[in-house]
């Protein structure tokens, strides 16, 4: 049976997690939110004290996210994500976390060691992958690949909006910072940095609404699956 496989690149804030959920529900798809591994496992060398001993214990790193414990549970309002048994849905999504995972991502050894995590999320009917380098690297394979990219103010307002409503202090200056400094190392990278596929459909959500953006991927994805 035929894994069919849409995957959605574009940098922080673009709206992708938002929007893979959106079309994971509405093709009935598996979701794989490769930020979110990258998140856990950035939470989970914090919660160890590794933060400053990347390199020095980088083969316990790479063990760590070999044996990451964690589980996505899809309910009505989102997804659910646990580490140890413990719900970090909100937690690594905090600026600190975020910034940290941005670090990890860039070490080859680490970003090995998820790799079979990420391929065993495509399952049939289909998988819904979001990331930076879901077509590039991940999945080069797939049927439908989307690059949905945005202005870094945009992302940084939209950011700032998403934390007030978590009940967290963000100042929009400090985000912007952190977006393009993010930005900046995702995209000069060494092993799968952040740019379109060759035959990705780019959309730039700037001035779109969620709908707007949704409209455009369906209608995309349906030719492509159509083939």
Sequence with gaps: MTVNIITIDGPSGSGKGTLAAKLAAHYQYHLLDSGALYRLLGLSLLNQGLQEKLDSELTK???????????????????QVFLDGQDVTQTIRTERVGEFASKVAAIPALRT????RQHAFAQAPGLVADGRDMATFIFPN???KIY???????????????????????????????????????????IAPLKPAEDAYIIDSSALSID????????????????
């Design 212 to 227: 707007e953006v949704f409209s455009l991927m369906t209608a995309y994805i349906d030719k492509q699956l159509a083939n």
């Design 113 to 116: 060691a998820l790799l079979a």
């Design 148 to 190: 949905l990219t945005a202005s870094a103010q945009s992302r940084a307002a939209r950011r700032v909006k998403q934390l007030q409503g978590m009940g967290l202090d963000a100042k929009i200056n400090d985000i912007l910072a952190n977006i393009e400094a993010r930005d900046k190392r995702d995209m000069e990278r060494t």
């Design 142 to 144: 797939a049927q439908a």
């Design 61 to 79: 790193c790479a063990e760590i996210a070999a044996n990451l414990d964690i589980k996505f549970i899809t309910t009505e309002s989102g997804v």
